[in-house]
């Protein structure tokens, strides 16, 4: 009796044995498979890096020809609604933006909606006004008022999406909007495309100047510092092709109790003769509620 239940467990064993060997071989293949796909994601999204990094490099020469330089203030108030919505406001003062030797004041509303957050563990890389947010949808209005030169009083509807990455090559995250623009200029309508690739790279302040300096700045309310730079291009049915290459490199400075400062350097190159050759300074103004 002792022995056949003997000679049972023993079959039986030899017969999982069989399974299972084949099932830890085709695991153990699966994971090398997964870890070589790896390896090739991160060298091609290592070489999308390098490769756009080229491409703001070879842009800017080309954006460095402007006809003035200006500073451009803006402010934006965020509002949230809920865990997956917020309303923003902004409001703005430009010269030369949307045309040449022309005074602009922006004013408008958009709604985001938050489609997919990213997991939690990335939050420390991501800019931490954006936190979570790996793909949303805006929709909103702008009013443009010409208060100097040659001008157009505009009415702008926009719908745009956002899809940011999870952090790549050294924590470095690439997003990528997508918008156009239904815009009534002085009583003739038309419509603009605009795409925007950005890189990104938020770092706490402690950990990218350390305990001494980024400690006392620490104390004074700086949280995050989040450099930046991007590149985005217009298409214009006005002219019926691409309008315009705008190029925009500058840091975030995020600080406590939800505001922020963001300062950059943007260089703008109107093509077909539809908008403003120009270099500018920017400061934006954040505040959240």
């Not at 010409?146 to 719908?159: Q, S």
């Amino acid at each position: 009796m002792t022995r056949s239940r003997f000679i049972s467990v023993g079959s039986f064993a030899s017969r999982c044995a069989m399974y299972i060997n084949p099932m830890c071989i085709s695991h153990l293949a699966w994971l090398g498979r997964v870890r070589l796909l790896g390896l090739i994601l991160r060298r091609r999204l290592a070489g999308l890096v390098a490769c756009f990094g080229a491409l703001m490099l070879s842009g800017a020469p080309a954006l460095a020809e402007p006809s003035d330089r200006e500073f451009w203030p803006e402010v934006n108030v965020f509002v949230q609604t809920s865990d997956h919505s917020r309303l923003m406001f902004l409001a703005s003062r430009t010269r030369d933006r949307e045309y040449a030797n022309a005074v602009d004041g922006t004013w408008g509303v958009h709604f985001d909606l938050l489609a997919r957050r990213l997991p939690s563990f990335w939050a420390t890389a991501l800019p931490r006004m954006e936190q979570h947010w790996g793909l949303w949808f805006r929709v909103g209005y702008n009013h443009i008022v010409a208060f100097d030169g040659p001008g157009a009083d505009e009415n702008r509807w926009l719908a745009e999406v956002t899809l940011r990455s999870s952090p790549l090559v050294a924590g470095i995250q690439v997003a990528n909007r997508s918008r156009i623009e239904w815009r009534d200029i002085g009583g003739r309508d038309s419509w603009r495309y605009r795409n925007r690739l950005r890189l990104e790279r938020g770092v706490e302040v402690v950990d990218a100047l350390g305990d001494g300096v980024g400690g006392w700045l620490n104390s004074l309310g700086l949280v995050q510092i989040v450099p930046y730079t991007m590149l985005e291009f217009f298409y214009d049915t006005r002219v019926s092709g691409w309008s315009r290459r705008y190029l925009q490199t500058g840091v975030e400075f995020e600080m406590a109790r939800g505001w922020g400062i963001d300062l950059y350097f943007a260089a703008q190159d109107g093509l077909n003769g539809s908008s403003a050759s120009v270099n500018a300074l920017g400061a934006v103004l954040t505040l959240r509620y």
